[in-house]
């Protein structure tokens, strides 16, 4: 049964993540427009450009091969806790202006709608985790 929900829960995150990351490839000189727009110094917009959506498909591949499963774990719940933070200094108005640069659908949902979000894939990834220690430690025991 974990084993079920930990592959449920990366399924999702691998969707989640290739969705993203090619609705900012698809649109890139949107992207490009949007992340400039962003509140963020202009040298690391330039770099974000590229890292982001190129990140993005790194976790989902990582995700993918179970070798690499446990550390696209962490990476992702890093990013998506940057992700996070940054959604709620959007919220508490930290910054003057802030359009979205999200990739797809997500960019439809308002700056609390987002918060929630993030927040369930938080715990998704944070679940995930838990289980793959859970799942590689009980065939450590059972091998």
Not at 58 to 64: K, N
Not at 67 to 83: A, D, T
Request: net charge positive; charged share 10%; hydrophobic share 55%.
């Amino acid at each position: 049964m974990k084993q079920v929900l930990l592959a449920s829960i990366c399924m999702l995150l691998i969707i989640l993540f290739s969705y993203t990351a090619s609705a900012k490839l698809i649109d890139l000189q949107l992207f490009k427009l949007e992340l400039r727009n962003q509140p963020l110094p202009h040298w690391l917009t330039g770099i974000l450009i590229y890292v982001l959506p190129v990140l993005e498909i790194v976790l989902a591949l990582g995700i993918i091969i179970n070798k690499y499963r446990f550390g696209s774990l962490i990476g992702s719940l890093v990013l998506m806790l940057l992700f996070t933070i940054y959604t709620m200094l959007v919220l508490f108005h930290f910054f003057p202006k802030v359009p979205c640069s999200c990739g797809g659908v997500i960019k439809y949902l308002n700056w609390k709608q987002h918060l929630f979000f993030n927040l369930f894939v938080d715990i998704l990834i944070v679940w995930a985790i838990y289980l793959y220690k859970n799942v590689n430690q009980h065939k450590r025991i059972h091998a």
